[in-house]
């Protein structure tokens, strides 16, 4: 089975400080996905990345950056954390379009 | 712009029941479309997908959905449902291009009564 881990189940953090949300996939995944989910909203993109070294921009991208230095891992950083980013984000990663794998997320709170 | 709409925020349904999800989109062309369950606490797996073919597809579970061009909708029935199926349900397009981008519909929340 393929295996999307998060590093972190729980995470708080302070306001301004720089947060690194980190997530590995072990099946040589291509594709690579960060949303955060919120209720009433669903989920909603974030960034994804397509290759090493390569992103586009989701939905809301504002107040986020990803890295993609590996293939099995793809990190999402909040620059300066806000108490609107707190949230549930999950990283998924997909072979074939739309056939996702999930982390089981990372909830995070800002105070 | 591509859109999902799960238009029931919560359902309550008892165990034993029928059971049925809505699931509408807006899309131009022939749209990917899947279902994917969240049960407390864990990350979303998928139910089922539609990519062409017989417009009644089968999932994991015991679920199906119907995909009806003329009515943009994708629906997922099961015809009794067990207290485990009480979790969140998401709804979600392919969105155009190669990407493999997902949108995703806001979510129904079903619960499930003894």
């Known amino acids: 089975d393929v295996k999307v881990t998060q590093s972190s189940r729980y995470l708080v953090k302070r306001t301004g400080e720089k947060v690194f949300l980190e997530c590995v996939q072990d099946?040589?995944?291509?594709?690579m996905f960060w949303y955060r989910q919120d209720p009433g909203l669903g989920l909603r993109l974030i960034y994804f990345?397509?290759?090493?070294?390569?992103?586009e921009k989701g939905d809301i991208p504002e107040g986020y950056s990803v890295s993609r230095e590996k293939k099995e891992r793809f990190s999402l950083i909040l620059e300066s954390a806000s108490t609107n980013q707190t949230s549930m984000y999950l990283c998924?990663?997909?072979?074939?379009?739309?056939?996702?794998?999930f982390g089981s997320g990372t909830r995070l709170t800002v105070v | 712009a591509q859109s999902v709409t799960q238009p029931d925020i919560h359902i309550t349904v008892s165990e034993g029941a029928s059971l049925e999800l809505r699931c509408n989109y807006s899309?131009?062309?022939?749209?990917?479309l899947f279902w994917y369950v969240q049960s407390p606490g864990q990350g979303l797996q998928l139910l089922l997908k539609?990519?062409?073919?017989?417009?009644l597809v089968q999932g994991i579970k015991g679920f199906e959905a119907e995909f009806k061009r003329s009515q943009s909708s994708f629906n997922l029935r099961k015809p009794s449902v067990h207290w485990s199926d009480a979790a969140e349900y998401f709804c979600?397009?392919?969105?155009?291009?190669?990407?493999?981008?997902?949108?995703f519909g806001q979510g129904t929340t079903l619960q499930v009564k003894p």
């Open positions: 539609y990519f062409s073919g017989d417009t």
């Open positions: 899309y131009g062309a022939t749209p990917y």
């Open positions: 990345s397509y290759d090493v070294k390569m992103k």
């Open positions: 998924a990663s997909s072979l074939f379009r739309g056939l996702y794998t």
């Open positions: 979600a397009v392919g969105a155009p291009g190669n990407t493999g981008k997902l949108i």
């Open positions: 099946m040589d995944h291509e594709n």
